[in-house]
């Protein structure tokens, strides 16, 4: 179905398998149109609860662009790349109402740390590298980078690593937050998978809400805290509020519909 992805659905979890193995998992233009529709299948199947994003191989999660199509590019070309990108894939991962989490296997630099940190959260193997080293190429992050590393570590740590280009490893991005848990290879896999089946036996809606109402505070949303009492109020209205008061008043697993 797809030249450069691989995809499987089990117990309501997708997991996207970037694979380019040859190529370290580079994205190039046909890999972020495919993305685009595997993301997009993410946001209309219903059989989809969440999704993991991850890299075929033991080396590489994404190694960032494939910059043989940079040569090409003049400035429009340039942003009309980035944008696309964004609009496309980036941005539709950052705000899926469903859980997108981001198994890094390896080298995420450049385009590729761009797309683990569009991920909800990230989980890493313990040979995992992330890096924005844009610079060397005479160039800036373009897929978001600048914004979300800044969000994700701080001001001072973002500016010193894309400004020298610096590679971090995964044990120096845990200490930072860029990731939320390190693993073994042969660990990573099940331990994202466990997680992500925990957070898609609540309730659908809620969690949606969760990922919106972060999102907004990442960006320092000045209304982020009325959104949250609105929110708040309108899950009330929901059927699966009442499921989850009535199932714990029970003392027994909730059962969540999304409704």
């Known amino acids: 179905m797809y030249q450069t992805i691989l995809t499987e659905l089990a117990e309501g979890i997708l997991t996207i398998t ?12 046909i890999v972020i149109e495919e993305l685009a529709e595997v993301i997009g ?12 994003l991850t890299g075929a191989g033991s080396k590489s999660f994404v190694a960032g ?7 090409e590019l003049d400035g429009y070309g340039g942003m009309e790349l980035a944008k ?50 844009e610079v060397n190429l005479g160039l800036v992050p373009g ?17 010193e690593l894309m ?32 997680i992500l089946q925990s957070i898609i036996t609540k309730a659908p809606i809620a969690i949606a809400k969760v990922i919106e109402l972060t999102n907004l505070a990442a960006i320092g949303d000045p209304n982020g805290l009325t959104k949250e009492i609105h929110a708040f109020g309108e899950l009330f209205n929901t059927t699966d509020a009442k499921e989850g008061a009535k199932a714990f008043l029970e003392k027994r697993p909730a059962v969540f519909t999304g409704n």
Do not use: W
């Open 18 to 29: 970037i694979n380019r193995p040859d190529k370290l998992n580079a994205l190039n233009r």
């Open 41 to 52: 299948t993410v946001y209309d199947n219903p059989e989809v609860k969440g999704a993991i």
């Open 65 to 71: 662009a494939d910059i043989s199509e940079f040569l």
């Open 84 to 133: 696309k990108g964004q609009d496309m894939v980036f941005s539709r991962i950052e705000h899926s109402s469903k859980p997108i989490l981001a198994a890094v296997n390896g080298f995420a630099l450049g385009g590729g740390c761009e797309l683990a940190m569009a991920c909800h959260f990230r989980l890493a193997s313990d040979n995992a590298r992330f890096g924005q080293p």
């Open 143 to 159: 897929y978001g980078g600048t914004q979300r590393l800044t969000q994700l570590v701080g001001k001072g740590k973002a500016m």
């Open 163 to 194: 400004m020298t280009g610096a590679m971090l490893n995964a044990s120096e991005a845990l200490q930072l937050g860029l990731v939320n848990h390190v693993t073994t290879a042969e660990e990573l896999m099940p331990k994202t998978r466990t």
